[in-house]
């Protein structure tokens, strides 16, 4: 799966992404800084009817967010050393929740996550237009 879109454009892709993988629950963005990991996850948030207000959880690590099919964790590891840290700080519990989670710099500890991981790339083409990659594991 690979996506090249312009921004104004994200939130179709959100819902294209939903339909392509309805039952997957744990998704690694990986990007630079500037990406636009934050603002796919905001996109992918307001496709699934989330009303909280998304935000980065790069001081609290871990944000959750309702939706009427459950829960959606939107975690950032980026503050993060290793996977030592991540295992204190509780994700490794979320990303085997069943839960959707949503993770920001999984590169920080790539050992923790499960199988089935989906690996969503996130590339600046441009200001305003975005590339996403799609692995799965």
Not at 18 to 39: D, Y
Not at 91 to 116: H, N, Q, T
Request: with cysteine.
């Amino acid at each position: 799966m690979n996506y090249r879109f312009p921004l104004e454009e994200i939130e179709a892709v959100a819902t294209s992404f939903w339909q392509q993988f309805p039952s997957a629950a744990v998704f690694a963005l990986h990007g630079e800084m500037g990406s636009g990991k934050t603002t796919f996850v905001h996109a992918l948030c307001t496709v699934k009817g989330v009303t909280d207000t998304v935000g980065s959880p790069t001081f609290s690590i871990i944000n959750e967010y309702r939706y009427a099919g459950g829960k959606i964790f939107h975690i950032d590891l980026y503050r993060l050393k290793d996977e030592e840290e991540a295992l204190r700080a509780g994700v490794e519990d979320v990303l085997y929740s069943g839960a959707i989670c949503l993770v920001e710099w999984p590169d920080r500890a790539p050992g923790i996550f499960p199988p089935g991981t989906v690996h969503v790339r996130l590339e600046v083409v441009d200001p305003n237009t975005r590339k996403i990659t799609v692995e799965e594991e």
